[in-house]
């Protein structure tokens, strides 16, 4: 008898904690503010009017969050965050600000000349060359409309309309 109760107690116990296992404790109807979040709340809406707000006020801050949260929640259920553009832009866009808010220490001025001195080889641009062509013929004084163009060009002075077209 002794080892029937055992043995029941032993499988009613394994069915429970699969239950506990299986089911979250969560209840999906239930919304949980949590006190940092309201203060957070309150401190943007103080810093958006400039005084604390009234108890009312207050009331409306968290009504309006409970209503953010169950439009949110249904919107999940619908599927609405799948392939919005929108949706990925905001998602993108809060990562960066996180990004941003635990780049805590910039570096100094001294800091990057330090790293590009060390890293200046990653930022040599090997220099490239243009070629252009002037042509000149034979008729109009060809020879010293191209010193002249020669001589702008060596002193970056601008040289068009020095030379003639060339059809080629």
């Given amino acids: 008898m002794k080892t029937k109760i055992f043995l029941f107690f032993i499988i009613g116990l394994f069915v429970y904690l699969i239950d506990i296992g299986l089911n979250t404790t969560e209840n999906p109807k239930e919304i949980y503010i949590s006190d940092q979040e309201v203060l957070s709340l309150i401190t943007a809406w103080q810093s958006q009017v400039g005084r604390k707000p009234?108890?009312?006020?207050?009331?409306?801050?968290?009504?309006?969050?409970?209503d953010e949260e169950i439009l949110y929640r249904e919107a999940l259920l619908l599927g609405l965050d799948q392939e919005d553009r929108i949706i990925k832009r905001r998602l993108a866009q809060k990562i960066s600000f996180l990004k941003q808010?635990?780049?805590?220490?910039?570096?100094?001025?001294?800091d990057l000349?330090?790293?590009?001195?060390?890293n200046k080889d990653k930022y040599f641009v090997k220099p490239s060359?243009?070629?252009t062509h002037f042509f000149?013929?034979?008729?109009?004084?060809?020879?010293?409309?191209s010193q002249v163009a020669f001589s702008k060009l060596v002193n970056n002075l601008d040289k068009r309309g020095l030379e003639d077209v060339f059809f080629g």
């Fill in 136 to 145: 000149f013929s034979a008729e109009n004084d060809s020879k010293n409309r």
């Fill in 129 to 131: 060359y243009s070629f």
């Fill in 101 to 110: 808010e635990t780049l805590t220490n910039k570096p100094s001025n001294e």
């Fill in 54 to 66: 009234t108890d009312d006020e207050t009331s409306r801050i968290i009504n309006n969050l409970i």
């Fill in 113 to 118: 000349i330090t790293y590009y001195d060390i």
